[in-house]
């Protein structure tokens, strides 16, 4: 019998918030940034890290599962860390997020076909191929990839490798808390 007010129960209800984090490229930010998370007990969903066009910059994308008011916090608090640049919530704002995923599929003689013609319908591309299996690689936001996923899965997925959300404003504007120009007005 599962306790409605049990910390898993309370963690799957809530929603999950997409945090952009722009920070100089140093040795031990990160840890830093995640040790705030971590701290904290909430658990990092996804991240992603990688340098921007200014190779002395990096952006952290994060998926956590946690309150509004928390993420605001917890990005106030990374705000004052001496190599961030800027911290933003980017879950209600205008942005464009995308995922990607690589998965080995079993592809058995006689549905070879049927695999590749719902695989096209998710713009899945194939990767490599053996007698035995498929490797599709797919991009878009995460309800894609997990419908992706979804379709695939009767055929037997062997592996799979997730990157994480990435995410980034559609245009330079906004910051967190201001209204969005698309959907204001």
Do not use: W
């Amino acid at each position: 019998m599962s306790d409605i007010h049990s910390p898993a129960s309370q963690l799957n209800s809530q929603s999950t918030r997409t945090l952009s984090i722009l920070v100089e490229n140093r040795f031990g930010v990160l840890s830093r940034i995640t040790g705030l998370f971590s701290a904290r007990a909430y658990n990092i969903e996804s991240l992603t890290v990688a340098r921007t066009s200014d190779p002395g910059l990096s952006r952290i994308t994060m998926v956590v599962r946690c309150e509004s008011l928390l993420a605001q916090q917890i990005l106030r608090q990374v705000e004052k860390l001496p190599d961030t640049v800027e911290a933003a919530d980017l879950t209600e704002s205008n942005c464009v997020e995308r995922e990607l995923v690589l998965v080995r599929v079993r592809a058995p003689e006689g549905k070879r076909t049927t695999l590749l013609t719902e695989a096209e319908i998710f713009r899945a591309r194939v990767v490599t191929a053996t007698p035995d299996n498929y490797v599709f690689e797919v991009t878009g936001d995460s309800g894609k990839v997990d419908a992706f996923l979804d379709v695939v899965r009767p055929y037997g997925i062997d592996e799979m490798v997730r990157t994480g959300k990435v995410a980034l404003r559609r245009n330079l504007s906004p910051k967190h808390g201001d209204a969005d120009p698309v959907q204001a007005g």
